[in-house]
């Protein structure tokens, strides 16, 4: 199932009214969401030159379910809140106090494993087991691919494997 317009602005209007009866205020927020189809990235708050709205709302159309699409679109609405266009001290005070009263998990990175997207390199540390994703070929996919050791796992600097 993918997100469709029509739910993604419904969630827009519905969070968006929970998070003001918190007596935050937030930005004038276009009450259309932009649909993307980006695989690395569940969300965006982007500034605009309107005179009508500040704020746009892009998501993925990607995002995997109804619950991930409502911690996801909270978590942009915040950014249009006064000082919280960044994820600093202000911002995760109001992501704290919607996931307490609204049982949110708006975290400071949306976790794009809640999109229906597979990563195209899995890489598993040997050692303690942590799985890491890759949408495309990066750096230290192209390491490890050279069979280099120089690549280590950022928890437990175990020797890493290179899935698929
Ligand atoms: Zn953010
Ligand atoms: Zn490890």
């Known amino acids: 199932m993918y997100i469709t317009q029509k739910i993604a602005d419904k969630t827009l209007l519905k969070v968006k009214s929970e998070i003001e ?5 937030v930005g004038k927020i276009k009450p259309s ?21 500040d704020f746009e709302i892009r998501i993925t159309k990607y995002i995997a379910n109804e619950q991930a699409l409502k911690n996801t679109i909270a978590h942009e609405i915040l950014h249009s809140v006064k000082g919280c266009f960044n994820h600093q001290k202000k911002w995760k ?6 996931n307490s009263k609204y049982g949110y998990n708006i975290t400071r990175l949306g976790d794009i494993s809640e999109a229906n997207v597979k990563p195209k390199y899995i890489v598993v540390c040997k050692n ?9 070929k990066g750096k230290v996919i192209k ?3 050279a069979n280099s050791k120089n690549i ?6 175990g020797e890493l494997e290179l899935k698929k």
């Open 21 to 25: 009866q918190l007596g935050i205020q």
């Open 128 to 136: 303690c087991g942590l799985e890491y994703k890759y949408f495309k």
């Open 33 to 53: 969401v932009k649909l993307t189809s980006n695989k690395t990235t569940l969300g965006t708050c982007n500034k605009l030159n309107n005179s009508d709205f």
């Open 93 to 98: 005070a109001m992501a704290e106090k919607v």
């Open 143 to 145: 390491y490890l691919e």
């Open 152 to 157: 280590k796992c950022g928890k437990c600097r």
